[in-house]
């Protein structure tokens, strides 16, 4: 006996004349409408399948194939698109501070100046994270990815060649957290990036991460302190309902030079290795390169005060301790500003931190 379903038309076996299947009422017969609106019992050994009116059997085939490829194909981009997100070591030693923070990770832990690297977003906060990573090229800038980040995760945006690594060095992260049950509102993050390529061939810029358990490159976008806001950051803004345009200076604020290093709201970290100064050191003596040094170092520190910045972190090396020193005998001259050691756990021993106190003070 053949197997019909509901919607099929089929035709009287021994009869004139057929109709359209309307009710399956048991596994013997069938409701079938006629071609006057009646509806009639029949027996399903009665009936017969009108082939002209259904598709053919080779069509179901390959209806059935490409619905199935169709199916397979989602769950592989489901599997694929799940595979590049993964949790962070919350719980482990040296941790980073909470908050948002691009990471650039060698494939091969051994030899980190060999193989492929990944490009990877980390959400290290406590909300879910709404991102979006944007490249420039030229003077305009490419969407390369976005989506959802959970809470105390990292996603993969790509993982890139070392021939790629130049068109990766800038852009800009757009952030938008989201939390239930919270007494105030996050800030939207829009964080700039701009990389010297060759930090990517130096050892030293690839340093051990708690959140991730292996060495890589961190920059803090912001931390999760800096984005939260209050309810009174908000009402200063609104007038009768309607979000109130920021002053007009604020709008044409020139950038400054320390803004270049900035890694989150009042806090920059600057790379004082000569490879990030200059591109060429082809015939530099070893006074060239320290009075380079040295000099950025104080345009950066006038820089970050003029601006109202509240740290600076400068990476001087370890080397012999001239430089370190030097920026140490420097600092003399400088009021409301006190120096510490830097992170050992992100810079080992050769950076340090430059707190800057309120001069108005």
Known sequence: METFKVGDRVNFLNDKGG?????????????????????VPVLMSDLVLDFRAQPSRQQQVVDNVQKEIKNQQIIEQEAREESRKSELRRFARNTEEEG??????????QWLLT?????AVINNTPADALYSFNLKEDEKYANIDY???????????????RDDIEHWCEGVIQVVLCQDDI????????????????????????VESGLLGEKAMMICLSTVTALKGSETDY?????????????????????????????????A?????????????????SNDIFRVQINYFKKMLDSAIENDYSKVTFIHGVGN???????????????????RMASISRFGVGAIDVMISDKKK
């Open 19 to 39: 109709g359209v299947i309307k009710k399956i009422i048991d596994t013997r017969m069938a409701e079938v409408e006629i071609e006057d609106g009646f509806n």
């Open 100 to 109: 948002v923070y691009l990471a650039f990770i060698p494939h091969d832990q």
């Open 269 to 285: 970290i600057v790379d004082l290795h000569i490879g990030e100064l200059v591109d060429n050191i082809l015939g530099m003596s």
């Open 147 to 161: 989506g959802s980040i959970a809470p105390f995760s990292k996603v993969v945006v790509e993982a890139i060649s």
């Open 321 to 339: 301790g001239v430089l370190k020193n030097a920026i140490i005998e420097e600092l003399k001259n400088y009021d409301n500003t006190s120096n």
């Open 115 to 119: 193989g492929l690297i990944d490009v």
């Open 183 to 206: 007494d105030f509102v996050y800030h939207p993050l829009h964080a700039p990036f701009s990389l010297r390529t060759s930090r990517f061939f130096k050892d030293g810029s690839f």
């Open 235 to 267: 009402t200063k803004l609104m007038k009768d309902g309607v979000m109130q345009p920021k002053a007009n200076k604020d709008i044409v604020k020139k950038e400054a030079a320390i803004d270049r290093h900035q890694t989150q709201p009042g806090e």
